[in-house]
């Protein structure tokens, strides 16, 4: 729920009531919002026009005519704000959820840390806190923490391994730590926040110490505000430098082109987030390689530059070549973009109009695809200039390179590779491993997988059960981070002996019920736990009617081997790591 706080003296407000309004629909979809009009003492003529912006379409529940100024003789006061509130919060969905007597008995604790200035606690005396309450079991835990967290009592992080060792009882503690980093001066325009710049902003404010420098950077990357850059380094978009770089916009019009006109708004956190979100695409080559309004970009032979403009409300894309490269690379892009939109925000997307080898205008992708469904091969659009005109366009070289591609290229050598590297860290842990439960052990590779930047989830359902008469409970999915599409499952196996059943029991589900969409290839990841290491990865390969072997020339056999499978159009990666131990 929003509220959204009018000042009645200012009476030309139409321009940034609609800014706003559209700022929460942007966010919030059809959340209910709460309009006030304050300093109503100054200006008692001035009347919201309720009809006219619900008719636009926007969820406003409420109007109030109020003063926040002490000894006002307003009709309304902050007592109807709060008693608005709480009328239109007891309709948002799940609000009156009831919590058993010792789920509310840590409520109501956590809440009197609040009235004692405490900001946060650590997840440790979280846990003592439902243990002295009787909530012993960690899955209870966890789900009375999320509820916590969805009812604003704690704000917990639980996909971050750093972030989740705090839970934060005061919600203002993160919110001013977040707005003094990205307000602040000390940051100059490369846009990097360090050590140095830490302390200097947070010199005169003893709530932030320097232990909590690296959690913050945590945070920052959490809300894609920020990037990481280095050792306990972040570059943050928004305080890059205003000013476009120098350099020939028709040296990137050679090739692809591309525009997003946003009807409404164009928020400016949108390039930030695009830049946050492509930073692998960042061109090496470029100085600098980024600004607050735009970003040069590299794919293979590809070269981009991604330039938004708030004033006009478009983002342009300008490709310097037609390659299957910079195919992709337009394809990513449009991705990235789409995702950052979302559904509820109107923006078109748009394919240049070229005459003489020259841009003259864009028409609507969308349009253009309505008109080859219909079978039409021509059509009229009107070009831009000093003396508008109009020409005919042949739609399907219109089209030609700008075609939405649904699934861009996934990169399944890198996570093969990244899988191996992050095995032979877990194997520095065997002594701990060797121990602990499989799951325990999926969550390692989850958390580490996460942090090298995956689309990851664990336990996600999908497919069939091993029997076929429900959902299957996939330890690990991989999706991909444009279309969130799932491009591998990891099924992870603990192997103490040579068990068939086990083996290829797994080896079935992962072939052939978990995988809902056809991936290109899935992985088998096994936790062996025996003393003969590599006489249980000979006989584990024999249940296999081909097993390519990939792992010979490897010099750390005695605790990673790994092989290929194929099923079909399937490839299965098999990752087995050697977690035995005699202590």
Known sequence: MYVYVLDSQKEDNDAGIFHWLNVVKANGGDSPTIVVVNKRDLNSTYQFDLNRYKKMG????????????????????????????????????????????SWKAVKQEVESFQAQDVDFIE?????????????????????????????????????????????????LWVTNGVYKIVRSTAIDNTGVLSEDQFHSIFANDNKYKERHFTWLLDLLNQFELSFSIGEAQVLIP?????????????????????????????????????????????????????????????????????????????????????????KDLLSIIRHTIREINGEKLKVAEEVPLVLDSKIVGFARYKLLVDAERDKDEIIRLEIEGEERDSHKFTIAELLDGYRYEKNP??????????????????????????????????????????????????????????????SGERDLIVRNNKTRVAESVI????????????????????????????????????????????????????????????????????????????????TVFHLFVNFYSNQ
């Open 238 to 326: 928004s305080k890059l430098s205003p000013n476009q770089p120098d350099f020939d916009l028709s040296d990137f019009q050679q090739g692809l082109n591309f525009r997003y006109s946003y009807r409404d708004i164009l928020k400016k956190s949108v390039i930030s987030l695009f830049i946050v979100k492509m930073k692998d695409y960042a061109s090496a080559d470029a100085d600098p390689k980024y600004w607050q309004r735009g970003v040069f970009l590299t794919h293979h032979d590809a070269n981009a530059v991604v330039i938004a403009d708030e004033q006009q409300k478009t983002i342009t894309i300008s490709i310097d070549t037609n390659t299957r490269a910079a």
């Open 409 to 470: 290229s996934f990169n399944y050598r890198q996570l093969g590779e990244d899988l191996i590297t992050i095995a032979l860290i877990e194997t520095e842990s065997r002594h701990a491993i060797f121990a602990e439960k499989e799951d325990l052990t999926n969550d390692r590779f989850r958390n580490a997988l996460f942090h090298k930047g995956y689309n990851i989830c664990d336990q996600s359902r999908g497919g069939e059960s091993g029997s076929g008469k429900s």
């Open 123 to 171: 997840s440790n005396e979280y846990e003592k806190l439902c243990d002295k309450h009787g909530i012993e079991n960690t899955h209870l835990q966890n789900t009375l923490l999320t509820i916590l967290n969805q009812i604003g009592t704690i704000v917990t992080y639980r996909n971050n391994k750093r972030l989740r060792e705090m839970q934060i009882i005061n919600p």
């Open 491 to 570: 099924e992870g196996l603990q192997l103490k002996g040579d068990d068939s059943a086990v083996i290829e029991g797994h080896y079935e589900k992962l072939t052939t019920k978990y995988d809902t969409v056809g991936n290109k290839s899935n992985i088998m990841l096994v936790y062996a736990k025996v003393k003969d290491f590599a006489g249980l990865w000979d006989k584990y390969q024999a249940h296999f009617e081909e097993f390519d072997d990939t792992s010979d020339d490897l010099d750390t056999k005695d605790s990673i081997r790994y092989g290929l499978t194929t099923v079909g159009n399937m």
């Open 58 to 101: 926007f969820n406003i529940v409420d109007v109030l005519y109020l003063s926040a100024a002490n000894g006002s003789n307003c009709a309304q006061s902050i007592d109807d704000l709060i008693a608005s509130i709480s009328t239109h919060v007891k309709t948002l969905q799940d609000i009156q959820f009831p919590l058993p007597p």
